[in-house]
């Protein structure tokens, strides 16, 4: 009955909406996600990348392959060992019309580096960005960096006007629950601009006349875009089957078979470039959490390999997952340089082994401890299976669901004992090392490392990886990372998806393995 309710008032706010623009080409795009602000700079989340970045673009971009290519910047050449300099792409103007110059690059960067911006993790080492001339700029950096542009895109370039006219000089601190005018506005240079924000019911966005990239072949031909957050998995598909809306980004697993064979769909499917994660608090000598009282049961391996061993991930991949997704051992996919295949074998199923281990720790009788996960419905099912193997080896899991406003700020905070999370990093490995397996510290170290896990060896390394400007020599650092990260196991990995989106006939887009979609690029036939 709440799905019926739920669908006929999503059906008059999309007949409203076309009728409104009747004679526009549209996309209405259902997801299961809000994206929580229109902030570029506060969040780093897929669910919130997903949206932020139609409206605003960056120095580079990514090309259909998901290769760096040129965008706000149209070329940049190392300019000395610590110095590279940016050329800026001429005649890109902002939503208002205002001219985007060197002033605003400068402002942006240095914007994205604050205390609360979520996006400064990627950025460490950058000691200064300066303006040249109103379309040049340089980057001074600690330490030599080959792969410097690469830490540049999902850097949104914003309006140092508007930013200023709305006193939003600084990042929204979503961990404070700040409320700025940048929370529900946006003034980019992108594909889009903001029509609307309503959070947990829609975004609405419409085509910039003045895009810079209008005259690219690549472009597509949506004007109007819509998307709706559902949380119910039954009512998007009802939606997509009734017409409601044309793409599903996120399609229950259980559909996936049925979806790929209904003739009036289309089902793309690509590897995940991201991975799903366990991880623990090893910070505190007691946990938040807990049952287990003057000790941190976390902070000993044994216990950390039991809840390895305790998992059978291939059962829940089989069960849970119907199949779409792959097992993972390793703490980066192979679609991330520097992987390593020998590190990606999953450290096997083995209750015996796990009880033995948590004896040996100390705990012959277990221990309870709260499992936060977000309430998206197929990691609250993966967490539901989780916590009943784990009982079965005498960890006590006691699963706390909790809506992505809640959620991310225990992953971000650091507040969780044992949580589940994802990571869905770019194609360079070392902004996965620094975010979250590094030390954490106030300038962008560790910024998603939640269980504030620390090893100076590891911290030594991840910084070796950024500076190394020989490519070789640099994978190599990687490799001994990750094998350190799995002698540790300061987190476990547990699976990598197939992304699945079911749209209409009529839609054509490209599938980035980072499950975002480039509007500009779609096309409604």
């Known amino acids: 009955m709440r799905a019926n309710r739920y669908l006929t008032r999503l059906c008059a706010a999309v007949l409203l909406w076309a009728a409104l623009t009747a004679q526009a080409t549209v996309l ?3 997801s299961g996600f809000d994206p929580q602000t229109m902030d570029p700079h506060a969040l780093a989340l897929l669910y919130h990348t997903r949206i932020a970045f139609q409206v605003h673009d960056c120095l580079v ?7 760096l290519e040129p965008a706000l910047a149209v070329s940049w050449q190392a300019n000395g060992a610590t110095s590279w300099r940016f050329k800026l792409r001429p005649g890109v103007s902002f939503h208002d019309g205002t001219p985007f110059t060197a002033d605003d690059a400068v402002f942006s960067i240095e914007r994205a580096m604050g205390p609360s911006s979520q996006r400064s ?3 460490k080492g950058l000691v200064a960005v300066k303006k040249v001339d109103d379309l040049t700029i340089d980057f001074q950096l600690a330490a030599p960096d080959a792969v410097w542009p690469e830490k540049l895109w999902l850097v949104a370039m914003m309006s140092k006007r508007w930013a200023q006219a709305h006193g939003v000089e600084k990042a929204q601190d979503f961990n404070a629950k700040q409320e700025t005018h940048a929370v529900r506005n946006a003034m980019g240079t992108g594909p889009y601009r903001l029509v609307s924000y309503q959070p947990d019911v829609h975004v609405k966005l419409e085509r910039h006349p003045g895009y810079w990239g209008r005259a690219d072949k690549r472009q597509g031909n949506v004007e109007q875009v819509s998307f709706v957050s559902i949380r119910s998995d039954a009512t998007r598909l009802a939606a997509l089957a009734s017409g409601e809306v044309d793409l599903v980004l996120d399609p229950p697993f259980q559909d996936v078979q049925r979806l790929k064979a209904d003739p009036r769909l289309t089902l793309l499917s690509v590897p995940d470039i991201g991975t799903q994660y366990f991880t623990f608090d090893q910070a505190r000598d007691e946990l938040l959490h807990g049952d287990v009282k003057d000790r941190n049961p976390f902070k000993d391996r044994r216990v950390r390999l039991a809840v390895a061993h ?3 991930i291939d059962l829940i991949v089989q069960k849970v997952l119907r199949g779409q997704a792959t097992p993972a ?12 295949a020998e590190v990606d074998r999953r450290i096997p199923y083995d209750p015996a082994r796990a009880r033995a281990l948590l004896a040996e720790a100390g705990y012959p009788k277990g221990f309870g401890v709260t499992l936060d996960c977000v309430n998206a419905g197929y990691r609250e099912a993966v967490c539901q299976a989780a916590t009943a193997m784990l009982a079965q080896v005498g960890i006590r899991a006691t699963l706390r669901s909790s809506p992505t406003n809640q959620f991310f700020p225990k992953l971000s905070q650091a507040t969780a004992s044992f949580i589940e999370f994802g990571w869905t990093p770019a194609t360079d490995p070392w902004a996965t090392l620094n975010g979250l397996f590094r030390t954490w510290d106030p300038q962008g170290g560790g910024t998603f490392n939640a269980g504030r896990y620390s090893n100076p060896k590891l911290d030594a390394l991840i910084d070796a990886v950024r500076t190394e400007p020989d490519l070789t020599r640099r994978r190599a650092r990687v490799g001994v990372a990750l094998r350190l990260i799995h002698d540790d196991l300061p987190y476990v990995p547990l699976y990598r998806r197939t992304l699945n989106w079911a749209m209409a006939k009529k839609v054509v887009a490209v599938q980035w393995p980072n499950d975002t979609m480039e509007l500009r690029w779609v096309k409604v036939q």
């Open 61 to 67: 971009g990514r090309d259909a392959q998901f290769r």
């Open 28 to 30: 209405r795009v259902a």
């Open 121 to 123: 993790f990627g950025l």
């Open 310 to 312: 305790a998992l059978n």
């Open 329 to 340: 051992g390793s703490f980066i996919s192979p679609l991330v340089d520097g992987y390593l």
